[in-house]
């Protein structure tokens, strides 16, 4: 790694010369930290992008400028993606371009061990996750799409609704089940909540890599230039079927 660039820093840090390679690496250590005081789901975040050479050790100010020009990417250019969730079990879910992989900690050994090999996202899935104490602040589009999803499907039953407060917990869940999870813009909020570089691109890489969606409704979260380190987007990610549904109703 040539520079770390975290959500809880102001500007990306250079790592020691010693250790230090050209690789930068973006990451939130601590996902759903609302979560710790009571023991709930939490996680860390990590995407990876390729060598760059502006990304050096010794960095004055037009450096370090560069560097941060140099770290606000696309999505797209990422090379590896990967989550760590902490609960019942710790889980390591990475993707390097070529499928999804979860590993989860085995205490008696203290190591990981292979549990999910080429994860695919179901196509489709009867969970949604949206904060929905927010309803009265979104777009009555949205609003029209939640209130499809609580009344009675083919089978007779609505679809569930489940929020953690947790991205890298509602989207294990989300692998494994399909659904749908949002978090998107609203009358407080224009930008949403989540970062694009932090949380949202590193995540919409590993659920395409499982073969799932991830958009802000405008265009592939992958696709979406940051223009600052920190920058906010919505995002609707999950199973493709479940948001080609949700992009009809939002159109």
Same mark, same amino acid.
């Given at each position: 790694?040539?520079? &770390?660039? $975290? ?8 790592? /020691? ?12 250590? &601590? ?15 990590? *995407?990876? !992008? ?7 050790? %010794?960095?004055?100010? %037009? ?5 941060? @020009? ?11 993606? #990967?989550?760590?969730? !902490?609960?019942? $079990?710790?889980? +390591?879910?990475?993707? @390097?371009? =070529? *499928? ?10 203290? /190591? ?5 090999? %080429? &994860? ?14 927010? +309803? ?8 029209? !799409? ?23 917990? #509602?989207? +294990? ?31 919409? !890489?590993? @659920? #395409? ?8 409704? =405008? ?19 999950? $199973? ?12």
């Amino acid at each position: 790694m040539g520079i &770390i660039a $975290s959500e809880e820093g102001d500007v990306p840090v250079a790592v /020691e010369e010693t250790y230090s390679g050209n690789y930068i690496v973006v990451f939130d250590p &601590i996902d759903g930290s609302a979560n710790i005081d009571i023991a709930l789901t939490t996680g860390s975040i990590f *995407g990876i !992008y390729g060598p760059d050479q502006q990304c050096l050790v %010794d960095m004055d100010d %037009d450096s370090m400028g560069k560097c941060i @020009v140099s770290v606000c990417q696309r999505g797209s250019n990422l090379v590896a993606a #990967e989550y760590c969730l !902490y609960s019942s $079990s710790v889980v +390591y879910t990475l993707s @390097v371009g =070529n *499928g999804v992989y979860a590993f989860t900690l085995d205490p008696a050994y203290g /190591e990981f061990a292979l549990t999910h090999e %080429d &994860i695919k996202i179901p196509k489709a899935g009867r969970i949604y996750s949206f904060n929905e104490g927010n +309803y009265d602040l979104w777009d009555v589009k949205l609003q029209n !799409y939640i209130d499809h999803l609580r009344q009675p499907g083919p089978n007779g039953k609505p679809y569930s609704g489940r929020y953690i407060g947790c991205l890298v917990g #509602e989207i +294990y869940r989300m692998l494994l089940y399909g659904g749908i999870y949002g978090n998107p813009k609203n009358k407080n909020s224009k930008n949403g909540n989540l970062r694009l570089l932090y949380e949202c691109a590193p995540m919409s !890489y590993i @659920v #395409e890599q499982a073969g799932g969606k991830a958009t802000d409704c =405008n265009q592939r979260i992958l696709e979406s230039m940051p223009e600052k380190i920190h920058q906010r987007t919505p995002i609707f990610i999950g $199973s493709p079927e479940e948001i080609d549904k949700l992009e009809k109703y939002l159109a």
